[in-house]
C-alpha cells in the first residue's frame, strides 16, 4: 500500500464515521426530551440534580449504570423504594441502614432532600431499553408465587434491605422467612408501627404512617410466612 | 536530543512521576474502604473523595506526560527550537497550580460531582487555558519550521480533538441523560480517539527512533492505525448510549463499531512488532522498547480483549455498572497510556540528563512488577464482577449481601495493589537516580 492511499484510508474511516455519529446524534437530541419525559424537570427536579452533583454522589453510587461501585445503583430507586423511605434514609442513612459500609450523613436541609428525592424519581421514569435487567431467579419466583398487596408493601417500604425472606434481602434487621410460626400479628403489627416498644435500642425505623389499610396488608402477609 | 528546548519536556515528565505515585496511594486508599467495611477515615476522606482524587490525578499526570512527550517530540520532528520556552514554563506553572487547587479543593468538599470531570467550573476554564497555550506554543512551532510530517499532523489533531472535546464536559445540563450523552464525548473520544491520536504519534516517534525503521513506512501505518482508531471508535461511542435513555438504535450502531475497535490495537500490536523485526539500527535502549513492545501487548489485552469481552449489549446488559467495567479500567488506562508514558520516560529522561548508558535493571524489574500486579488486580476485579453479575443482576440478591461474597476478591484485589505500588515507587525512585552506567 502507498502512504497516499493509507492517508485516503484514513479520512474516508474518519469522515464516514463521524457522520454516522453525527446524524445519529441529531436524531438522538430529537427523542431524547420524550424518552426522558423532559416535561417533567420541574426546577425542583433539578435542583435535585445539583444537590446529586454538589454532594458528589456519583463516585460512590452508579446513576443510569455510570460512576463508582462502592454503593447501589439508583436508577430505578425513585420507583422501588417510597418518598417517605427515601427521605427518612438522607436525614439519618445510619439510623435506616446501620450496616458496617456507611453513607456518610450529607447534612441535607429538609428543601435540599425534597429536590434530591424529586430528582430521583424523575430519573427512575428514563427510558433505558429495559436496563437494569430484571433478576431472573426473583422474576421466575415473582411469577410462580402470588404477588399480594403485603408483599409490594414489604418491598415498596424498603424492608428488604434489611430483612431476608427466603433468600432475598438485607441482613441488618432478623430474617424474616418464619416470622409467622414465632410472632402473633398483633405483635408483628406493634413492631412496625413502635418498634421500641419491643426494643428500646432497635434501630429499625417506626412505619406509623402508613394507612391502616396497608399495615392490615402487611400484618397479613408477614403472619403467613410459617 | 538535538535542540535545547527538548529540555522543557523534564519539569513535565517529574511532575508526571510525582502524580502518578499520589494517583496509586489514593488508589490503595480507596481500595482499603471495600476490604475494611467500617471506614476509619469516612469523615475526613470518605469514598467518594478518595475515587475522584484518585481519577483526577490519573488525568492530569498522564496529560503531563503527554505534555511532556510533545516537547521533547515537536522540536526534533519540526527540526527547530521550540516557539516560546516562556509559555511553555508558564503552562507548566498554571497547570501545576490547577491541579493542586483542584485536589485541595476536592478535600475541602469543592466539586462538580460528575465522575472523572468532578473539577469546578473555574477550574475547568484554567485547563482550557492550559490547553490553548500548549497548542499555541505547539502549532506555532510547526508553522515556524514550515515543515509538516504526519506525525505532527497526527499528534496536533489529537491535541486539537482534546481540547475541542472537553468543552463539552464543561457546563451543567438539566437533563441527566443529556448530560451523560455529552459526558461521554470526553470521556470516550478522549480515551478512544484524542488520547490515541497523541499516544499512536508519540509511540510512532519512539519506534523511529529507537529501530531507525524508514519515516515513510512509519507514517504509511500510522495514517492506517488512527484511520482505523476513529472509524472504530468514533460511532463506537454508541456502546455507551445503550442504557441512559438514548434510543434503541444505539444498541446496533455502537455493538457493530465497537466490535470492530479492538482491531487497530492488534494492528498496533503487528506494527510495533513489525518494526522491531525490521531495524536497520542496533537497539541500545532495550529498556524502552521492551516497555513499548509490552505496553502495546497489555494495552491490547486490557482496552482490547477486556473491552470486547462486556461491549455486546447482550452482556453489557448484566456486566454495566459492576466491577467488571473496573477492571477493564484498569487494565485498559495502564496498558494504553501509563505504559506509553513510562514507555516516553524511559526513552526520553535518560536523554534530557545527557546519559549514553544507563543502568537498567531497576526499570526491567519495574515492569514486570507492575505488569504481574496490574494482571492480578485485574483477575481479582473481574471474579469480584463476575459474582456481582451473577448474585445480584442473574439472583436478585440486594447490593450489599452480594458485596459480602465479593469480599476476598475485593482482599486479593488490594494486596495485589500493594504489589503495583511498590512497583510504582521502584520507578519513582528510578526515574530520580537514573545514572551514567
Not at chain 1, 458528589?56 to 460512576?67: A, E, F, K, P, R
Not at chain 1, 420507583?79 to 450523613?105: G, T, V
Not at chain 2, 480533538?161 to 438539566?174: C, S
Not at chain 2, 497510556?337 to 531497576?362: C, D, H, R, S, W
Request: charged share 15%; net charge neutral; proline share 4%.
Amino acid at each position: 500500500m502507498e502512504k497516499s492511499t493509507a492517508k485516503k484510508l484514513f479520512w474516508w474511516g474518519t469522515i464516514i464515521s463521524a457522520v454516522i455519529f453525527l446524524g445519529l446524534t441529531y436524531d438522538t437530541l430529537k427523542q431524547l426530551p420524550k424518552r426522558t419525559n423532559s416535561t417533567d424537570l420541574t426546577p425542583e427536579v433539578i435542583a435535585g440534580k445539583w444537590v446529586w452533583q454538589e454532594k458528589n454522589c456519583n463516585d460512590c453510587h452508579t446513576i443510569l449504570g455510570i460512576g463508582g461501585y462502592y454503593a447501589p445503583d439508583l436508577t430505578k430507586e425513585g420507583k422501588l423504594r417510597s418518598a417517605d423511605w427515601l427521605k427518612k434514609f438522607l436525614k439519618d442513612p445510619k439510623a435506616i441502614m446501620p450496616e458496617p459500609r456507611q453513607m456518610p450523613n450529607q447534612h441535607l436541609s429538609d428543601k435540599q432532600i425534597d429536590e434530591l428525592v424529586a430528582f430521583l424519581q424523575w430519573v427512575s421514569t428514563i427510558h433505558t431499553n429495559g436496563w437494569p435487567p430484571q433478576p431472573e431467579v426473583a422474576q421466575n419466583e415473582a411469577i410462580a408465587s402470588e404477588s399480594t398487596e403485603g408483599k409490594l408493601l414489604f418491598s415498596s417500604n424498603g424492608c428488604t434491605a434489611c430483612h431476608k425472606i427466603n433468600g432475598i434481602g438485607g441482613n441488618v434487621g432478623p430474617d424474616l422467612s418464619h416470622i409467622g410460626s414465632t410472632k402473633t400479628p398483633q405483635w408483628i403489627a406493634q413492631q412496625i408501627t413502635d418498634p421500641t416498644s419491643h426494643y428500646p435500642n432497635s434501630l429499625m425505623p417506626s412505619f406509623k404512617t402508613l394507612a391502616k389499610t396497608q399495615l392490615d396488608e402487611l400484618v397479613q402477609y408477614l403472619s403467613n410466612l410459617k | 536530543m538535538k535542540y535545547q528546548t527538548q529540555k522543557l519536556a523534564y519539569p513535565y515528565f517529574i511532575l508526571a512521576t510525582l502524580l502518578f505515585g499520589l494517583q496509586v496511594i489514593f488508589g490503595l486508599l480507596t481500595g482499603a474502604k471495600y476490604v475494611w467495611n467500617v471506614d476509619p477515615l469516612i469523615h475526613i476522606l470518605p469514598f467518594n473523595v478518595s475515587r475522584e482524587i484518585h481519577l483526577n490525578l490519573l488525568v492530569v499526570w498522564l496529560l503531563f506526560g503527554f505534555m511532556g512527550g510533545t516537547y521533547y517530540m515537536i522540536p526534533e520532528e519540526s527540526e527547530t527550537e521550540l516557539y516560546s520556552p516562556t509559555l511553555a514554563y508558564i503552562q507548566f506553572w498554571l497547570f501545576t497550580l490547577i491541579g493542586v487547587s483542584a485536589i485541595v479543593g476536592y478535600l475541602l468538599g469543592w466539586t462538580w460531582g460528575m465522575p472523572f470531570t468532578e473539577q469546578p467550573f473555574i477550574i475547568k476554564v484554567g485547563i482550557v487555558i492550559v490547553a490553548l497555550i500548549f497548542l499555541y506554543n505547539i502549532l506555532m512551532t510547526v508553522i515556524k519550521s514550515k515543515k509538516w510530517t504526519t506525525i505532527q499532523g497526527v499528534l496536533i489533531a489529537g491535541l486539537v480533538t482534546l481540547a475541542v472535546m472537553f468543552l463539552f464536559g464543561m457546563f451543567f445540563m438539566k437533563n441527566l441523560s443529556l448530560q451523560y450523552f455529552f459526558w461521554w464525548w470526553v470521556i470516550h473520544l478522549w480515551v478512544e480517539g484524542a488520547w490515541e491520536l497523541v499516544a499512536a504519534s508519540l509511540m510512532a516517534f519512539v519506534m523511529m527512533k529507537l529501530t531507525g525503521v524508514d519515516r515513510n513506512v512509519v507514517e504509511k501505518w500510522l495514517y492506517v492505525e488512527v484511520g482505523l482508531v476513529l472509524f472504530t471508535g468514533i460511532t463506537g461511542t454508541g456502546h455507551h448510549y445503550y442504557w441512559i435513555g438514548t434510543p434503541a438504535y444505539w444498541l446496533w450502531f455502537g455493538a457493530i463499531f465497537s466490535a470492530l475497535e479492538p482491531l487497530p490495537i492488534l494492528f498496533m500490536v503487528f506494527d510495533t512488532l513489525r518494526m522491531v523485526r525490521e531495524k536497520h539500527l542496533e537497539i541500545k535502549n532495550r529498556l524502552a522498547m521492551d516497555w513499548a513492545v509490552a505496553g502495546t501487548i497489555m494495552h491490547f489485552l486490557g482496552a482490547g480483549v477486556w473491552g470486547f469481552a462486556q461491549t455486546l449489549p447482550q452482556i453489557n446488559k448484566w456486566t454495566h455498572g459492576t466491577q467488571i467495567t473496573a477492571a477493564h479500567g484498569h487494565f485498559a488506562f495502564f496498558g494504553a497510556y501509563v505504559m506509553l508514558i513510562i514507555t516516553l520516560a524511559y526513552f526520553m529522561v535518560p536523554q534530557l540528563k545527557g546519559l549514553k548508558e544507563f543502568n537498567q535493571k531497576k526499570g526491567f524489574a519495574v515492569l514486570y512488577i507492575t505488569i504481574f500486579f496490574m494482571l492480578m488486580m485485574v483477575l481479582a476485579l473481574t471474579v469480584a464482577g463476575t459474582i456481582q453479575v451473577y448474585f445480584q443482576r442473574v439472583l436478585g440478591f440486594d447490593y450489599l449481601t452480594t458485596q459480602s461474597y465479593m469480599h476476598l476478591w475485593y482482599a486479593v484485589f488490594f494486596v495485589s495493589g500493594i504489589g503495583f505500588v511498590a512497583g510504582a515507587i521502584l520507578y519513582i525512585y528510578d526515574f530520580f537516580t537514573l545514572k551514567q552506567a
